[in-house]
C-alpha cells in the first residue's frame, strides 16, 4: 500500500517541480525559491531556502552525482547550485532572455533548458559554455527528458507535439498532436533494452487531454527514430501536470487538476492506486532513486511525502483509492510581529526590533537600533548596506540576515489573497497595477521590465501583444486599496 507520511509547508506559493537525488528531495516553486530537504527525516538544509531568482521558479533537477542541482525560471535564467554549501555555481541566461519552462542533465551532466519561445539551449556544465541551440516552434516548450543512454532526449510543448532529438539537437521524430491542448510533462523510462541494432525504451507523457500516455522509442544505429502508443491511461478526470516513473521502471505515478495523485503499474498500464490528499492541482511528482519514497507538489503549496510500503504488488487493486490518513505536518509559521504579513513596510521600529528576536537575530538589535531600521527599509537592505553602513563585519551573519530577508519578501502574500491582487509575473500584490495587450494585468514595472527585454509576447498566452502600450487599472488598484485597509 501507499501511506502519507509527511507534509512539508514552507513554501509560499504554488510548487511548481520536485526532483530526487540519492539522499536529497528538492522542490522549486512561484515564491521564486528552491528549498532542499534531507530525505533522511525531510528537515531542512541549513542553507535553504535557495534565493538567486528574480521570479517564479518553473523546474529544478539534479546532476547525475547529487553535487548539484539547476533551478529555471522566468527570469530567463537557468541557475547551477552546489549542494555542499547552496551557493551558486555558474548562471545560464538562456538566449534571447526567454523566461525558461523547463531544464533537465543528461546522464553525462550537460545541461538542456526549454523556453517559452519554443527553443532549446543545450550547455557544457563543465565548461560553463552554450554548445548549441535548436528551435521547435513557436509554442512553450514545457517538458524535458533525456533518455538514460543521454543520446536522445524528448520535449514537449504547449501545441501538443512530442519530439524526440539527438544531442546534436537534429530532430529524430515529431510525434503531432501527442495530447490536444499542450503537452505538460514528458519522462523517459531509467531501463533501456539494447541488442546491438535496435534500442528501445519507454516514454511517459501527459497533458491537457486529461491523459497519460506510454509509448515505446525505438531507435536503430543505421536511421532514425519510431515512437509506438502503447497505453492511454484514463485514470484521471481533468489536464495530467506531471508524472514520473520509478528508478527500476515498475511504477509510473502521475498528478493531475482533479488534485489527485495516481500510481500506475508501468509495463501493462493498469491502475494500481489513487491517493487524494491535496487541496489543489497536484503539479509535481517525483519518485527518489533508493527509497521507496513519492514526492508530490500542489498549488496549494504544500508537497506530500508518501511511502511505498514493503509487499507492494504491481498487480493490487485496479484503482484502489487510499483513505486519508493523519500525516506528520510541519509546524505551522510563526505569526510574524507586527501587522499583517502584507503590511511589512508599515512595520516601526519596534516590530523590526520584534522580528529580529523571533528570527534567532537578537545580536542585531542594537545595531538596528542604532540605525533606526523600519519595516520599509528592512525589506530594501542589500549586503552592501548591511557590511559598509552597518558594520556587520561577520559574512555568515550578514548572509543569514539576507536569507531571512527573502524569506520575508516571500512571506508577504499570505494566505485568503485574492489571486487577481497578484501580479502573474512577480506573484506579489499590486501596486501600481496595469492592463497589457492581452487582457491581463500586471504590475507596472514587472510588465515594462518584460517587454523592455525584448518579450513581445504575453506572460500569459505566449502569444504575441499587439502592442506595447499599457493602461492603468484604477479600479483594481482602489479595490487592493480598500483590501489592504481591511487587514
Known amino acids: 500500500m501507499v501511506s502519507l507520511i509527511c507534509t512539508l509547508r514552507d513554501h509560499r506559493d504554488d510548487i ?27 528537515s531542512e538544509l541549513p542553507f535553504s531556502p535557495l534565493t538567486g531568482h528574480g521570479y517564479g521558479v518553473h523546474c529544478c533537477c539534479f546532476s547525475p552525482c547529487g553535487q548539484y542541482l539547476a533551478s529555471c525560471s522566468t527570469d530567463a535564467t537557468t541557475v547551477v547550485w552546489s549542494m555542499d554549501t547552496g551557493d551558486i555555481v555558474t548562471v545560464f541566461e538562456h538566449p534571447g532572455r526567454s523566461p525558461v519552462r523547463v531544464c533537465v542533465f543528461s546522464p553525462d551532466s550537460s545541461l538542456i533548458s526549454g523556453a517559452s519561445d519554443g527553443t532549446l539551449a543545450l550547455w557544457d556544465f563543465q565548461s560553463k559554455t552554450l554548445r548549441r541551440t535548436a528551435a521547435s516552434n513557436e509554442a512553450s516548450i514545457v517538458a524535458c527528458s533525456f533518455g538514460p543512454c543521454g543520446q536522445i532526449l524528448a520535449t514537449g510543448s504547449t501545441y501538443g507535439d512530442l519530439r524526440i532529438w539527438d544531442l546534436a539537437l537534429n530532430l529524430l521524430q515529431t510525434v503531432k498532436n501527442a495530447h490536444d491542448l499542450g503537452v505538460a510533462c514528458c519522462h523517459f523510462s531509467p531501463k533501456m533494452q539494447n541488442d546491438g541494432h535496435m534500442s ?30 502503447l497505453y492511454t491511461l484514463v485514470g484521471q478526470s481533468a489536464p495530467v501536470l506531471s508524472c514520473a516513473f520509478t528508478a527500476d521502471a515498475q511504477l509510473l505515478v502521475s498528478g493531475s487538476v482533479d488534485k489527485s495523485v495516481t500510481v500506475y503499474d508501468a509495463n501493462q498500464g493498469v491502475l494500481l492506486y489513487t491517493l487524494n490528499q491535496h487541496e489543489r492541482y497536484v503539479t509535481a511528482c517525483a519518485f527518489s532513486p533508493t527509497m521507496p519514497l513519492i514526492a508530490t507538489g500542489s498549488m496549494d503549496k504544500t508537497v506530500n511525502i508518501w511511502r511505498l510500503e514493503d509487499g507492494i504488488s504491481v498487480h493490487g487493486d485496479e484503482g484502489k483509492s487510499l483513505p486519508a490518513v493523519s500525516s506528520t505536518d510541519v509546524p505551522e509559521d510563526r505569526k510574524l510581529p507586527g501587522h499583517s504579513r502584507l503590511l511589512v513596510c508599515d512595520w516601526s521600529e519596534e516590530d523590526v526590533l520584534a522580528w529580529l528576536c523571533s528570527e534567532g537575530l537578537e545580536a542585531l538589535v542594537s545595531t538596528f537600533k542604532a540605525h533606526n531600521i523600519d519595516g520599509g527599509e528592512l525589506i530594501c537592505l542589500t549586503k552592501d548596506i548591511l557590511a559598509a553602513e552597518m558594520n556587520i563585519d561577520s559574512v555568515g551573519l550578514r548572509n543569514k540576515v539576507m536569507r531571512k530577508i527573502e524569506e520575508l519578501k516571500t ?77
Do not use: H
Open 16 to 42: 511548481n517541480w520536485c526532483a530526487f537525488s540519492p539522499k536529497l528531495l528538492a522542490t522549486c516553486s512561484s515564491d521564486k525559491t528552491v528549498r532542499i530537504y534531507c530525505t533522511q527525516d525531510f
Open 200 to 229: 528501445q525504451l519507454r516514454l511517459a507523457s501527459c497533458g491537457q487531454d486529461s491523459q497519460l500516455k506510454i509509448w515505446l522509442v525505438s531507435r536503430q544505429t543505421t536511421a532514425g527514430c519510431k515512437l509506438q502508443l
Open 411 to 487: 512571506s508577504l502574500v499570505c494566505t485568503g489573497v485574492p489571486d487577481e491582487f497578484l501580479c502573474p509575473i512577480t506573484r506579489e500584490v499590486m501596486k501600481d497595477p496595469v492592463i497589457a495587450a492581452d487582457g491581463y494585468s500586471y504590475e507596472r514595472e514587472a510588465i515594462e521590465s518584460w517587454i523592455n527585454s525584448k518579450n513581445r509576447s504575453s506572460p500569459m498566452t505566449n502569444l504575441p501583444l499587439q502592442t506595447t502600450v499599457v493602461t492603468p487599472n484604477r479600479t483594481l488598484k482602489m479595490a487592493i486599496g480598500r483590501w489592504k485597509s481591511s487587514q
